[in-house]
């Protein structure tokens, strides 16, 4: 039951829930969120440190940039099923929406040099 309640607790965030919906589409740097979400970076990388820590996302180092994409390779049954009834979830909500535009129109080399 504790594990489930830590999901929970991760899940009652707003920006976190936008964290998660973004990464549907792909994974994200931490610059790219702080891009969309409009927050700091200390901000996003505590958001992604309590989603890394109840096992919803993964992180992987790559060059300068640590990507963080969904855990869908999860082995736990809550997050694997909630994982998936995410995808459901929120695809009409016009933040959501408007995220996904940014995310897609998002350039890395760019942002992350500033």
């Known amino acids: ?16 829930i936008r964290i998660l919906k973004m990464l549907e589409i ?4 931490v610059c790219e969120i702080k891009e969309v979400l409009r927050l700091a970076n ?28 969904l855990n869908k390779s999860t082995t736990d049954d809550y997050i694997r099923k909630l994982l ?11 933040q959501v929406l408007k995220d996904a535009e940014k995310v897609k129109s998002i350039d890395r080399g760019t942002i992350c040099r500033r």
Do not use: Q
Request: proline share 2%; glycine share 4%; net charge neutral.
């Open 26 to 29: 792909r994974p994200l740097c």
């Open 1 to 16: 039951m504790r594990n489930l309640s830590r999901i929970f607790k991760a899940l009652s965030d707003e920006n976190r």
């Open 84 to 94: 998936l009834l995410f995808t459901l979830w929120l695809a009409d909500d016009e």
């Open 42 to 69: 200390s901000t996003v990388s505590k958001h992604l440190s309590i989603l890394r820590e109840t096992g919803l996302i993964l992180d992987e180092k790559e060059g300068k940039w640590v990507n963080y994409s």
